[in-house]
Each structure stands twice: as structure tokens, then as C-alpha cells.
């Protein structure tokens, strides 16, 4: 994890474009920066150590290479899930982590089953992220989350996730009327999964259909775009946030805030430096959706403006707009960008965020 966000300090740093977009904000951004680096992430990398030393125990040979690829290649979601530990008190920074880091190995695995375990049939993608639905709920009892597949023995890795999350969602004052909201999270990310998966052609079909069914609710976007904000785990982050913040009462406006302008934003930025990676495995890459690279810049000028304009309606609206900009400029910088050729581009979408 270290690696990649030294990696990512040191090309900013010597990328113009890029160092204007640190210091744009004044001081303050880049000071935020680097109390990210040296309170947060040092949290995040612990925890995630953690979780490899138990996924390196999985009995099955097929369920722990998926487990140690998710938590190896996708290291700095975990650390990105984190971000806003930065701004709680030492204890309760821990304890933020303490559930966004077994909460996102969860969303990161069962991506990873999905996507490359070879005996994963569509029928087992629902069951699969029960998962997920029962980690969010303290009160659900565990289930047989392989029922319809994948075989083999994951040694109780999923199951002690989802009681991990369920024990830190319990010490969290106030979290019982955002049950409903997050399970409408967990729900809509299942189905997106559940369609995302399918055979090309089809699944284009079903997640045009699905958004059909909620068009109403979010008239300005397109199918691809409500697709990437369900596929994101920010609108669960941002109101543990607030509750461990001691702001209950900006919960739910948090979650309305980053669904689903920032939660689109997270997830075509992170689909935009996978594009070769899943164009290998001919996965379904909701950046490449839009007719054009232009278009897709500016309609993520479009959602960063929504986002900004949300974020006033919450208490330190700074704290939200550095968490829109880190994001964007470290996925704008990840390693993968300069691997594919994407620099120019990178900088283009860059400039979506820097008003």
C-alpha cells in the first residue's frame, strides 16, 4: 500500500500539472495530505496485514489466491475507504478503520470472485453478497454465503468479515436509523454486481433495464453512471464519518450528498485506470461507456460540481471537498495511469475537478 501512495507523492510532486492541482486549495490541502499519510494510512496498512495473514490461511487453493489478490492489488481502496479518519481523534480514527477496513475486503473479494474464480455461476452473485447486506445489519445472523458457489473451504475468511463489521457498526452511537439506508447501499450494489458480471451484451441489457427501473429517482444521470455509484462504498463511509464525528444529524444528508454524484465519480475513476485490465478479461468497464473521452470529462465536471455544492449542506464542507480532490488526484496518479499511456488524459479528467 505504502508503495503505491509513495509512488503516486513522488509523481505529483514532479508533475506540474498535477502540483498546481495540490496547491490550488492553499495550505491547508496539502498539510491534510500528508496527516493522511503519517495518522491514517499507517491504520489502514495494519489492518490490512492483518486481514493477508488470515487470508493466507484459506484451506481452498482458488479462494485464497482471490482473497490475497484482493487485498494486495487493491490495497489503497482500503486506504482510500479510510481517508476521513484523518479528521477524527486518534481512538475514534481507529475505530473508523476497524470497520471500513473489513468492510471493503468484503466489497473487494467478492469482486475478485466474480470477476476471475473459474466456478462462480451468475445464480451464486445475489447469494455471494448477502454478505455484505448482513455485515451493514449488526442483527443478522451469518448464512451459507457459498450456498449456490463457489465450492471449497475459505477457513471462515467471509463470515469473520462480516462479524467484524457487525461488531464495529455496534459501538457506533446512533447507527440504527441508517440501517434502512444502508441496506438500500448493500442492495443496490448486489444487483449491480449480479448484472455487471454477465456475458457481454447481456449485462449491458440487464443494467439498462435496471436503471430503467429507477430513472425516476435519478433523471440526470445515465444508466452507466448509476451503475458506477451503486457500485460504490462511500455513501456507507461518509455517515459513519459523521456519527463517529458526533454529528448524527448530518448522517443521512451525507449519504445524499455523496449518492450519487461522488459514489459515480469513485467508481468511473477507478474503471478509467483499469480500462486495460478489464478489456483483458472482457469485463464490463463503465468509463469507456460514454460516446466520447470528452464527454466523459465533462460530465464528471458536472457530478464534481454537484458534489461541491452537497458538501455546504454539511458541517466542515472542506474536509468533503479534500476527500473529492485526494481522490482524484491519487487515482489520476496511480501507477496504472502512466502503464497504459493515460497521462494526458489523467491531466484532462483532472481538470473536471479544479473548480
Known amino acids: ?18 502540483l498546481a492541482f495540490l496547491l490550488a486549495d492553499g495550505p491547508g490541502f496539502p498539510y491534510d495530505i500528508v496527516r493522511f499519510l503519517r495518522r491514517t494510512v499507517p491504520k489502514a496498512e495494519i489492518a490490512l496485514e492483518r486481514i493477508e495473514a488470515m487470508a493466507r490461511r484459506i484451506p481452498d487453493e482458488h479462494l485464497r489466491a482471490q482473497a490475497l489478490a484482493s487485498t494486495r492489488a487493491k490495497a489503497y481502496h482500503v ?4 481517508v476521513l479518519a484523518t479528521f477524527l481523534p486518534t481512538e475514534t480514527a481507529q475505530q473508523y478503520v476497524d470497520i471500513v477496513a473489513p468492510l471493503e475486503t468484503i466489497y473487494d473479494y467478492l469482486d475478485n470472485l466474480c470477476d476471475r474464480h473459474p466456478d462462480v455461476d451468475a445464480a451464486a452473485y ?48 446512533g ?43 435519478f433523471p440526470d444521470l445515465h444508466w452507466y453512471e448509476f451503475a458506477a455509484a451503486a457500485g460504490s462504498q462511500f455513501q456507507i463511509y461518509v455517515p459513519l464519518y459523521a456519527l463517529l464525528a ?17 459514489a459515480a465519480l469513485h467508481v468511473l475513476l477507478d474503471a478509467f485506470i483499469d480500462q486495460t ?11 469507456t461507456c460514454y460516446p466520447s473521452f470528452g464527454d466523459f470529462c465533462a460530465r464528471a465536471r458536472v457530478l464534481a460540481r454537484t458534489a461541491l455544492a452537497a458538501f455546504r449542506t454539511l458541517p466542515h464542507p472542506n474536509r468533503h471537498r479534500f476527500l473529492l480532490r485526494v481522490m482524484a488526484l491519487f487515482y489520476l496518479t496511480h501507477p496504472k495511469v502512466q502503464s497504459q499511456g493515460l497521462d494526458a488524459a489523467a491531466l484532462r479528467l483532472l481538470d473536471a475537478f479544479s473548480d
Not at 277 to 287: F, K, R, S, V
Request: charged content about 20%; overall charge neutral; glycine content about 8%.
Open 126 to 173: 445475489p447469494v455471494l453478497h448477502g454478505a455484505l447486506a448482513d455485515a451493514l445489519n449488526p442483527d443478522a445472523p451469518l448464512r451459507d454465503y457459498y450456498a449456490l458457489g463457489p465450492r471449497g473451504d475459505d477457513g471462515g475468511y467471509l463470515a469473520a468479515h462480516v462479524l467484524a463489521t457487525q461488531a464495529g457498526l455496534r459501538r457506533v452511537p
Open 175 to 217: 447507527y440504527r436509523p441508517l440501517l434502512p439506508t444502508f441496506a438500500q447501499a448493500a442492495a443496490f450494489y448486489s444487483d449491480l454486481q449480479s448484472f455487471k458480471h454477465l456475458q457481454p451484451g447481456v449485462r449491458e441489457a440487464q443494467c439498462v433495464a435496471w436503471f430503467e427501473r429507477h430513472r425516476a429517482e
Open 277 to 287: 485490465e478489464d478489456c483483458e478479461h472482457g469485463e464490463l468497464n463503465l468509463a
Open 79 to 82: 486506504a482510500g475507504g479510510c
Open 246 to 262: 458526533g454529528r448524527a444529524a448530518a448522517a443521512r444528508p451525507a449519504y445524499d450528498a455523496y449518492f450519487p454524484a461522488v
Open 1 to 18: 500500500m505504502l508503495e503505491e501512495i509513495r509512488w503516486a507523492v513522488a509523481r505529483v510532486l514532479r508533475s506540474p500539472a498535477r
